[in-house]
């Protein structure tokens, strides 16, 4: 088969970039080493949508954070996921922190961003009264949001595919050879020939750059270990918290989850792509630093942890456009607010791979929009009762903690979860207090009848991360 554009990565700005090119009447093929979209960096990202005034004008990251801010209402109106502006503060407590605030306050307005204003103590206290006395001021941002991330992921990959783009999951890029007007990608599920390559691969866009005899990004790997608190804390903070940001990172944040619970990291610490563990040291210095912020949060309000590896490049600043390789379009080095600029990012490079030469006819036929799925843990009474009415399964609970039914599973499964990674990040069956342990076993069983798979073969996330072994295997003494 040969395609138009080739995708390589499908994290958040690989399915931005599916979604905007199939609004052309184009073959686009968007492929990824994991088993659904969104399981590589996305995965583990914060959810923030930030104001718009953190990033420095001067780089790409800084100049597509408040254009990329300013897509995400669209983008929740047309796809259906969660998505709601609660704003920021950056806190201060003292002098040189105020300083930082005043630097990021006419950062800010230079860029246009709105609302922002500057909050004493007393005000801070008022809104926020879980915060530390020790807080001097804060600038306030109305423009920060939240957004489940995973399912904004999902969604831009579902409505790619419904206008057109193919997907290859399981498919790692084994090797890319140039060929004649184009490229010949090799990969785990077989061999495409495409006019045009996009780099999307994350953390390894070094490794797919070098197979077409780039030499660089340079990509490095920077862990983030985060922690989630029980639902008990919903509303203990109403904002995003930020500390007066450093030139390497924002900081150990507060998060209020756009699904009512407090998040709190991450660390930013130099790792290997592949260590994805959490830390004793980690998690005190995760709570040490909170701690500062709000004293009432502890340790012992710890439901899960997990940790992100962000993609950063030599410079620390995106890496995005064409190449001396012609035809092959980077999207690289993306690391925070990646997540935030992933609508302009994906204008940036269709815009360059109009200039390389691929032409733009726009498909009457694209639809934007997605119905939005059934949450019936916020439904009212009335339309709880009704989707009942309407499948029984909707009455049938499989996750306690989070009031997920089976119908909403099996919702999941007919939208593409494969996994219980996958069914979780698009229901929440399983993130509650009891972290599956309630509704691990039910899941599993929809998987295998509704997706037509035995249950050994169900896993967490794809690859070697089963669940249990087949009969024959676990009475071998596995």
């Known amino acids: 088969m040969r395609y138009d554009v080739i995708i390589v990565g499908a994290g958040v700005v690989g399915c931005a970039v599916a979604r905007e090119l199939s609004r052309y009447r184009l073959d686009v093929l968007l492929m990824d080493k994991e088993c659904e979209a969104g399981f590589g960096t ?26 990329g801010n300013q897509a995400w209402d669209r983008l929740a109106d047309e796809l259906g996921f969660g998505f709601e502006r609660i704003g920021e503060l950056t806190v201060a407590f003292d002098d040189d922190d105020r300083r930082t605030l005043s630097e990021l306050e006419a950062q800010g307005r230079d860029k246009g961003v709105t609302g922002l204003e500057r909050w004493d103590a007393e005000r801070v206290r008022r809104e926020e009264p879980a915060l530390s006395e020790e807080i001097v001021e804060a600038l306030f941002a109305p423009t920060a949001g939240v957004v489940n991330p995973y399912e904004a992921c999902f969604t831009l990959a579902e409505n790619a595919h419904a206008n057109g783009v193919v997907t290859s999951f399981e498919d790692p890029v084994i090797s890319i050879d140039r060929i004649d007007d184009g490229f010949r990608v090799h990969g785990r599920n077989g061999t495409v020939d495409g006019r045009f390559v996009v780099n999307a691969a994350g953390l390894f866009a070094d490794e797919i750059a070098a197979m077409v005899g780039l030499d660089g990004p340079t990509i490095r790997a920077r862990k983030g270990e985060e922690y989630l608190l029980d639902k008990r804390l919903q509303g203990y903070v109403k904002r995003l918290i930020f500390p007066s940001p450093t030139p390497t990172s924002k900081g150990v944040l507060i998060i209020p989850t756009y699904d009512g619970t407090l998040m709190v ?16 040291e980690g998690a005190a210095e995760v709570f040490e630093k909170v701690r500062r912020l709000a004293p009432g949060i502890s340790e012992r309000d710890c439901i899960a942890e997990f940790a992100g590896l962000r993609a950063v490049a030599e410079g620390e600043d995106f890496v995005v456009g064409p190449t001396a390789v012609p035809g092959f379009v980077q999207a690289a080095g993306i690391q925070s607010p990646g997540l935030t600029a992933a609508p302009a990012l994906a204008e940036m490079v269709v815009e360059a791979l109009k200039d390389e030469g691929l032409a733009l006819q726009a498909d009457p036929e694209f639809d934007p929009r997605l119905a939005p799925p059934v949450r019936f843990a916020t439904a009212s009474a009335e339309e709880q009762a009704a989707l009942v009415a309407s499948d029984p399964g909707y009455g049938r609970i499989v996750c306690r903690c989070e009031i997920v039914t089976e119908g909403e599973v099996v919702d999941a499964i007919e939208r593409g979860a494969r996994t219980l990674d996958g069914l979780k990040f698009r229901t929440r069956a399983g993130m509650g207090r009891c972290q599956g342990g309630f509704c691990t076993w039910r899941c599993m069983e929809l998987l295998s009848s509704e997706a037509d798979m035995p249950v050994p073969a169900v896993t967490k996330r794809g690859g070697g991360s089963w669940v249990v072994l087949p009969r024959e295997e676990a009475g071998r003494g596995h």
């Open 42 to 67: 996305s995965k583990a990202n914060s959810g923030i949508i930030h104001a718009g005034h953190h990033g420095d004008p001067a780089t790409l990251k800084g100049r597509l954070e408040w254009e």
């Open 265 to 280: 990291g991450p660390t930013a610490h130099w790792a290997l792509k592949d260590d994805l563990t959490t830390t004793a």
